[in-house]
């Protein structure tokens, strides 16, 4: 499966916890006029859960966490920061807070909404990688609507690395 259409389908490695959390961070972001794209690859390699951009151009990266256990697992987080303006962790209720970094905004979320308790720090991203990140945003959010439209993409965009 694509990048790009996993925006459209799960692709089978996110729980169902994480799947709802997922759609109520979208949902949120989508509210505060933010276009989003999930499991989005980053130049590093790196899959973020979910990018934001907002109509501004500044880009959210939000790395969700469906478990004590997936947050403990998992040590990646630092990584996303030079790709974003704003990173945060996005919980359900279920997670205990104290244990995030406060490093990071934090998002509650649920399959229904989402809600910001706490802001990260902004950290402006350099032009020149404001622009590369946008452009492969662009790409990927082009790619996924192709594939969405054409189950036979991946032959017509083989050029594209995401797909």
Known sequence: MTMAATALRPDGRQSPSALAIQRGVRRLFAAHDCVTLCEFTLRSGRRADVIALSRDGSVSIVEIKSSVRDFRADRKWPDYREFCDRLYFAVDAATPLDILPIEAGLILADGFGAEILREPPHHPLAPARRKA???RFARAAAAGLHA??????????GGFSEI
Do not use: I, Q, S
């Not at 969405?148 to 965009?157: F, I, N, Q």
């Open 133 to 135: 990140l946008t452009l």
């Open 148 to 157: 969405a439209h054409d189950p036979d993409a991946r032959a017509y965009l």
